[in-house]
């Protein structure tokens, strides 16, 4: 909601308040104001003029030569290429050495050999949005009435001199969508009185009933409707001073008749709309609900089809209006209008919300009617619009108003004790400054044995219940008065849970690595919710999904995490290493809820170390995401325990892709997206890994144990193997560590050979083994002993033969 400083000010006496002191007060009651616009900020020296002479250019055939007065001695010469320009209008000039929006200062010049001494200012060129620029100046300068005098200041007329207040209501505080209801706001926080509108409609001797007839149909939807008639109405533009108004709120001029409707939506936070009588088909109103696949063009020229959930306003054959929402191009107020039907109702919030949601329109009424609007302002909105269109569009007002249905009006009556109130607040406040609290919120309140019972206005339909008052008494009594106090019992010190710090080493370890955190949607597409995952199980699907991509809960981070790959990809960002800590989910029985596993996810692309001084580049590889992986398992004390075994996933590649085991239980896996997968995503090699971390972080650790600098030297035997194609390294480095006992620390592959120097069907794999022992300097007999334990084994369990 924009606020209109100046504006305000006729409601409430603000005694020249600055914008930004009212700002930050409002915001202490518990209404944010977001911001504080100065309209004509940085603007200087722009003035009206009064165009005297119009010649067209010698050298230019789009540019006219004007002879503009300023209110000063002489006129001036200014060259102007809008199309509009005219002798005899009023418009806004800026003078040379004036200064307009983004710092642009007006200096003396010469266009095609023609001076100029100033410039003549379209709105935008000061500043107002194109959007909010009435249409038949959107392409030209602003012509101001004519009842303004050159010289004056521009800014003054155009209302440029405000400040504007952007308030971040939440949707419970409806009543602060009108000017009235923030004057109420602002009253009561400074303790003043509201001045009302006075609205004194002189009517004709012709009834309006005599015109017009009104039946309900769907009286849950529309309980009460009211009709106005206003004849011989001249459709012009309104007022200057409404419609700039109407801009600093962010709505477009149109003319006289829509600009009051949209004035009154504004002021009395109810929304009107205003049809041609003429034009309506008949003289009667109908409001029922549409049927199922009846069409309705709405006033931008759209087809619409509803259906039996939405509410139409009819002529009893056609809908004229789509309730709430948006009127139909069949009963449109256009120049030629002469006689206006003036519509103030209260339509249900949720009947409107359906149209408005299913339709795609969006308004300012709508949006009035889904968060409630006052049924006490039905009338005297209805009253004040048909008062202004006498006054500014000539028109005669029919006696009396029509009206159909009825609505109760009777407030609510809430009731809270002063005992409650200091319990919950922490106060000892008195039930005098209660009662003045009340008082200044224009509440009805009267004490009974210590309690408070509240008549709370219409205009309030968020306070129903106690702790509403409770609310009430504490934003105006002050959140920043209200005591600071300690919770009363046992306490304990802050701390994270074990399971926390692990997630922290988690990510710590992996941004330490080189990896950036990334956070992806949660949601996907149907064949990307299957994709990768750890757990088979059908994805959960979403009631309302916002689209078919965001349509079904993930049962895996990856394919999000290679679309982040994708799109950097795209950009020519090819190196990339990204990871993810985040939640997966996994379909139980029918009705509950979904179970949440919280994993780590990894996807890392092209060149993993460059150093270009000495010509060195390191690629991506397998190796690296294992790596990777290993560094984190031993910085959580689990390495020992972790086995990688080659596996087959669904979109790995085959033959570079390892399951994670921790204790023989598979939590992840590492590997190479396959090339296929990558072709469709149009990325080039990509290793990435998944890990459950629940079972990483239950499994328990031996405390941290240091070891001294080994004293004794340490032996080392390389040999080469000679196995079957089909056995691992890692089958074999298990038989090795086995078979080694306590004398051997170390073993790993630093070789590998398949060709024609070992028989067809056979591989060599070479390792290095490391014997120590931290008592004593070994003998070679006691390592060759261990040693041959250790090739006996290899030739027993996998027929491993030393190559020769």
């Known amino acids: 909601m924009f606020v209109s400083y100046k504006w305000l000010s006729e409601y409430v006496d603000l005694d020249g308040m600055p914008a930004k002191e009212l700002a930050e007060k409002i915001t202490r009651s518990g209404i944010e104001v977001e911001g504080v616009e100065v309209l004509g900020e940085g603007i200087k020296g722009v003035v009206?003029?009064?165009?005297?002479?119009?010649?067209?250019?010698?050298?230019?055939?789009?540019l006219n030569v004007c002879q503009v007065d300023i209110g000063e001695e002489e006129p001036v010469q200014i060259v102007c290429g809008a199309p509009n320009v005219d002798k005899g209008q009023k418009v806004a000039v800026a003078k040379v050495g004036a200064v307009l929006p983004g710092n642009f200062k007006i200096k003396k010049a010469k266009l095609r050999g023609e001076a100029s001494n100033g410039m003549i200012c379209s709105l935008q060129e000061l500043g107002i949005e194109s959007k909010l620029v009435a249409k038949e100046y959107a392409e030209g300068i602003f012509v101001f009435p004519n009842e303004v005098t050159p010289g004056e200041d521009a800014l003054l007329q155009l209302n440029l001199d405000d400040e504007v207040l952007e308030l971040g209501l939440t949707p419970n505080r409806s009543d602060c969508l009108s000017m009235l209801g923030v004057a109420y706001e602002?009253?009561?926080?400074?303790?003043?009185?509201?001045?009302?509108?006075?609205?004194?409609?002189?009517?004709?001797?012709?009834?309006?009933?005599?015109?017009?007839?009104?039946?309900?149909?769907?009286?849950?939807?529309n309980p009460i409707y009211i009709a106005r008639i206003v004849k011989n109405v001249k459709i012009g533009p309104s007022p200057l001073w409404m419609q700039t108004r109407l801009m600093a709120e962010g709505i477009r001029p149109h003319n006289n008749v829509v600009d009051i409707t949209n004035y009154i939506l504004l002021e009395y936070g109810q929304p009107l709309h205003a049809f041609d009588y003429e034009r309506l088909g008949s003289k009667e109103i109908v409001v029922r609900r549409a049927q199922d696949g009846e069409k309705f063009v709405t006033l931008d020229d759209a087809e619409r089809t509803l259906s039996s959930e939405h509410l139409l306003i009819t002529n009893g054959k056609e809908g004229v209006a789509l309730a709430g929402v948006m009127g139909g191009a069949n009963s449109e107020v256009e120049d030629d209008t002469t006689t206006v039907l003036i519509e103030s109702a209260y339509f249900d919030g949720q009947r409107v919300r359906q149209a408005s949601k299913d339709h795609g329109l969006r308004s300012e009424a709508s949006a009035r009617f889904e968060k409630g609007v006052d049924p006490n302002r039905l009338q005297a909105a209805a009253d004040r619009a048909a008062q202004l269109m006498a006054q500014y569009?000539?028109?005669?007002?029919?006696?009396?108003?029509?009206?159909?249905?009825?609505?109760?009006?009777?407030?609510?009556?809430?009731?809270?004790?002063?005992?409650?109130?200091?319990?919950?607040?922490?106060?000892?406040?008195?039930?005098?400054?209660?009662?003045?609290?009340?008082?200044?919120?224009?509440?009805?309140?009267?004490?009974?044995?210590?309690?408070?019972?509240?008549?709370?206005?219409?205009?309030?339909?968020?306070?129903?219940?106690?702790?509403?008052?409770?609310?009430?008494?504490?934003?105006?009594?002050?959140?920043?008065?209200?005591?600071?106090?300690?919770?009363?019992?046992?306490?304990?010190?802050?701390?994270?849970?074990?399971?926390?710090?692990?997630?922290?080493?988690?990510?710590?370890?992996?941004?330490?690595?080189?990896?950036?955190q990334a956070i992806t949607y949660t949601l996907t597409s149907g064949k990307k919710a299957k994709e990768y995952a750890l757990d088979s199980r059908e994805p959960i699907k979403l009631a309302m999904p916002m689209s078919e991509e965001h349509a079904y809960l993930r049962l895996s981070m990856i394919p999000q995490l290679l679309g982040a790959v994708a799109y950097n990809n795209a950009r020519q960002m090819d190196s990339i290493a990204l990871y993810e800590v985040g939640n997966i989910f996994l379909k139980t029985a029918a009705g509950e809820l979904p179970e949440e596993q919280e994993h780590v996810a990894g996807a890392i692309t092209g060149l993993w170390e460059e150093n270009l001084w000495q010509g060195e580049k390191k690629p991506v590889d397998f190796f690296v995401a294992k790596g990777i992986l290993e560094g984190l398992f031993a910085k959580l004390g689990l390495l020992e325990r972790i086995t990688f075994k080659k596996a087959e996933v669904a979109g790995m590649h085959p033959g570079r892709t390892a399951a994670v085991e921790l204790d023989g239980q598979v939590i992840g896996f590492v590997g190479q997206v396959h090339p296929q997968q990558a072709k469709e995503l149009d990325i080039k090699e990509v290793y990435v890994f998944e890990l459950k971390l629940s079972p990483l972080f239950a499994a328990e650790t031996a405390p941290v144990a240091y070891q001294p600098i080994p004293r004794f030297p340490s032996i080392t035997r390389d040999i080469a193997l000679v196995v079957d194609t089909n056995v691992e390294a890692g089958q074999l480095k298990a038989i090795i560590e086995e078979a080694g006992g306590k004398l051997l620390k170390d073993a790993?592959?630093?070789?590998?050979?398949?060709?024609?120097?070992?028989?067809?069907?056979?591989?060599?794999?070479?390792?290095?083994?490391?014997?120590?022992?931290?008592?004593?300097?070994?003998?070679?007999?006691?390592?060759?002993?261990?040693?041959?334990?250790?090739?006996?084994?290899?030739?027993?369990?996998?027929n491993a033969e030393l190559r020769s």
Do not use: C, M
Not at 206 to 217: C, L, P, Q, Y
């Open 48 to 62: 009206i003029g009064h165009v005297l002479e119009k010649e067209q250019h010698p050298n230019a055939d789009k």
């Open 393 to 516: 569009a000539g028109g005669e007002v029919l006696a009396g108003s029509v009206v159909a249905g009825e609505i109760n009006l009777e407030p609510k009556v809430v009731a809270v004790t002063l005992e409650k109130l200091n319990r919950v607040l922490g106060t000892s406040l008195e039930a005098p400054e209660v009662e003045d609290i009340f008082r200044r919120l224009k509440f009805e309140v009267k004490t009974d044995n210590g309690a408070f019972i509240v008549t709370v206005p219409t205009r309030r339909g968020d306070i129903t219940i106690p702790e509403d008052l409770v609310e009430e008494v504490a934003r105006l009594y002050g959140y920043d008065r209200l005591p600071t106090t300690v919770p009363v019992g046992a306490t304990y010190p802050g701390g994270l849970t074990d399971y926390q710090k692990k997630r922290r080493a988690v990510r710590q370890f992996l941004e330490g690595a080189g990896l950036n």
């Open 748 to 798: 790993h592959v630093f070789d590998l050979y398949e060709g024609e120097h070992v028989e067809a069907g056979k591989k060599s794999i070479a390792f290095s083994l490391k014997y120590f022992d931290p008592e004593k300097t070994l003998t070679d007999e006691e390592v060759v002993k261990v040693h041959n334990s250790v090739l006996d084994a290899l030739k027993e369990k996998v």
């Open 186 to 221: 602002v009253a009561a926080l400074l303790d003043k009185e509201v001045k009302f509108p006075n609205v004194e409609v002189e009517e004709a001797a012709e009834r309006a009933e005599d015109w017009i007839t009104v039946s309900i149909e769907a009286k849950e939807d």
